[in-house]
C-alpha cells in the first residue's frame, strides 16, 4: 500500500459535525469550490483531501459546530500531525477503483453510500 504525503488539507470530527441540519444543508459541502468535502448519512467527510489547495482554510470559519481542523491548527500536538499527514492509496474492495483516505477502510465513498454506511 503506497502512502502519500498530502501537506494541507482539512480533518472533520464527526462527533461534531451535524451536517449543518441547522442551516438544512451541509455548508462546507456547497462551500468549497474543489469538492474536498462530501455527505454521507448526515455527515461531512473529507472526501477527496487531495484536491484541498495548499494554505487555504476558507471552510473552517463556515462550520457552525466548528467542526473542520486543519493539521497546523488546533492543540493536536505531533502525532495528530504526523498521522493525519498520511495518505494512503487503497483499491476498494466493493468496485476495485483506486480512491486516497486518512481513514482505515478498504471502501470507497461510493460504495459506502450504497451500501448505507
Ligand atoms: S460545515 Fe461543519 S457542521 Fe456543517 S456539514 Fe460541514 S463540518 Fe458538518
Ligand atoms: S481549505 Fe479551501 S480548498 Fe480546502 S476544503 Fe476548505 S475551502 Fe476547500
Ligand atoms: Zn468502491
Avoid at 473552517?60 to 497546523?72: G, T
Wanted: proline content about 6%; charged content about 25%.
Amino acid at each position: 500500500m503506497n502512502k502519500v504525503c498530502a501537506t494541507w488539507y482539512p480533518t472533520i470530527f464527526p462527533e461534531k459535525c451535524d451536517g449543518c441540519s441547522r442551516f438544512n444543508e451541509p455548508r462546507c459541502v456547497k462551500f468549497c469550490p474543489h469538492g474536498v468535502y462530501s455527505l454521507i448519512n448526515g455527515k461531512a467527510v473529507v472526501a477527496n483531501p487531495q484536491n484541498c489547495i495548499y494554505g487555504c482554510t476558507a471552510c473552517e470559519s463556515i462550520c457552525p459546530k466548528k467542526a473542520i481542523l486543519f493539521p497546523q491548527r488546533g492543540s493536536f500536538g505531533q502525532t495528530f500531525r504526523r498521522d493525519k499527514c498520511l495518505l494512503k492509496r487503497v483499491k476498494c474492495e466493493g468496485c476495485g477503483k483506486i480512491f486516497l483516505t486518512n481513514e482505515d477502510t478498504n471502501l470507497c465513498l461510493d460504495c459506502k453510500k450504497k451500501l448505507g454506511y
